[in-house]
Nanobody, 119 residues
């Protein structure tokens, strides 16, 4: 059974930094593509950053140059380093584990962690 547990969210002032962590269990972590999504009130969930099992990354345009996704396969953890945070980054951030590609892919989700950027 896949379990994803996020941590590291909180309240931070604009311009500040946070590092989110997602600890995985119940999976062969190294074969999964991992990602971070976020959902703000009244908005759809959106992809923030993703890292493939091979280490390739991609980012939403809104976070390029500010956020960095990384993974530690032996520890089964994926990180999201968030710098220069803006109020519009306020959202619940979800960890995603994806196995496979396209229509045959399976997705697993964490419970989410709240990030609030406010002065």
């Amino acid at each position: 059974q896949v379990q994803l547990v996020e941590s590291g969210g909180g309240l931070v002032q604009p311009g500040g930094s946070l590092r989110l962590s997602c600890a995985a269990s119940g999976i062969i972590f190294s074969i999964y593509d991992m990602g971070w999504y976020r959902q703000a009130p009244g908005k759809q969930r959106e992809l923030v950053a993703a890292i493939t099992r091979g280490g390739s990354t991609n980012y939403a345009d809104s976070v390029k140059g500010r956020f960095t996704i990384s993974r530690d396969n032996p520890k089964k953890v994926v990180y999201l380093q968030m710098n220069n945070l803006k109020p519009e980054d306020t959202a619940v951030y979800y960890c995603n584990a994806k196995l496979g590609r396209g229509a045959g892919a399976t997705d697993s989700w964490g419970q989410g962690t709240q990030v609030t950027v406010s002065s």
